[in-house]
Each structure stands twice: as C-alpha cells, then as structure tokens.
C-alpha cells in the first residue's frame, strides 16, 4: 500500500510540474509576442539608388510614453534587405551584430535609452550591391519585444 501511494503522490507531483510549465510557457510566449507599446518606428531612405552608391537608411523611433524610457536595446534588419547591400557604418556606433536564423535578420545591439516624449535616430549607411528591388521588416527591440516598419529600395545598373 506505501508504494501504491508513493506512486500516485509522484504522479501527481508531475503532472501538477507539467500544467505549471505549459501555463509559464503561455504566459511567456503570450508577453512577448506583444509588440513593444506606445513606440513609433519610421523607415526613411531613397527609393531608388545604382549600384555602388552609398546611401543612409535612417530608422526614426519616436517614445510616445508620457513618463517612461524605452530601452532599445536592438534594431534588426531583414536578410532579405540587406541581400542588396553592404553595411558601412552605422551611427551610433552599433556595439555589435549578428545573423538571427530565427527570423533570418541581422540585429545591430546598440542599448541606447531614448527618453520618456524623446524622438532617436539611427542611421546605416549602405552602399547597393546589385540590381533588384529589396524589401523587408526593420525591427526596433525592446528587450525581447518589438515594433516593426518597413524598408523598401529599388538598385538599378549603371547606365
């Protein structure tokens, strides 16, 4: 009889430990997938360029938050973007970046607090590598939440 309750208590334990765990999971994926709130994201920069030309893409975040910081700690960049150029520089200085295969982007970390009502600009300077027309999201981080735009540039040859 002591084994047979000893079963049930451990049985009991686990599966109390796996309906926590799913519900902790939920709640974490449910926080996260919000997008970061009260935060504006414009994308500006030409809509056509050549090949070899060097340009700013400027990613403009405006905090809408009457009293709290914003912590931007990344702006991502789709791959499918970036196919058509080379980053030169990027200002602020990024403090590093890498490829994300998740969601196959390239997140330049710069963890810059822009103030409560305070508008920030970040610049990449790219210069166009071939013909095509490149699109894709622009997403500025806060911790693991994010707001996405949109950047859009037509490459021509050269005549």
């Not at 912590?71 to 960049?77: G, R």
């Not at 403090?95 to 103030?115: E, G, L, Y």
């Not at 610049?123 to 622009?138: N, Q, S, W």
Request: glycine share 6%.
């Amino acid at each position: 009889m002591k084994a047979k309750k000893i079963l049930l208590i451990g049985c009991g334990t686990l599966l109390f430990l796996t309906i926590a765990t799913v519900i902790i999971v939920a709640l974490f994926v449910n926080h996260v997938s919000k997008d970061v709130e009260q935060v504006a994201v414009t994308v500006n920069g030409p809509a056509d360029v050549v090949v070899g030309q060097t340009f700013d893409l400027e990613v403009v975040v405006k905090n809408q938050r009457s009293k709290k910081v914003l912590k931007l700690s990344d702006i991502d960049i789709a791959e499918v973007y970036l196919a058509g150029f080379t980053v030169s520089s990027t200002r602020p200085t990024a403090k590093s970046n890498m490829h994300v295969p998740i969601d196959n982007s390239r997140s330049f970390t710069f963890d810059v607090p822009v103030a409560a009502a305070a508008t920030e600009s970040f610049i990449f300077t790219l210069r166009a590598e071939k013909p095509g027309i490149y699109r894709g999201d622009v997403d500025v981080c806060e911790g693991m939440r994010s707001i996405s735009g949109m950047a859009q540039t037509v490459v021509k040859d050269k005549e």
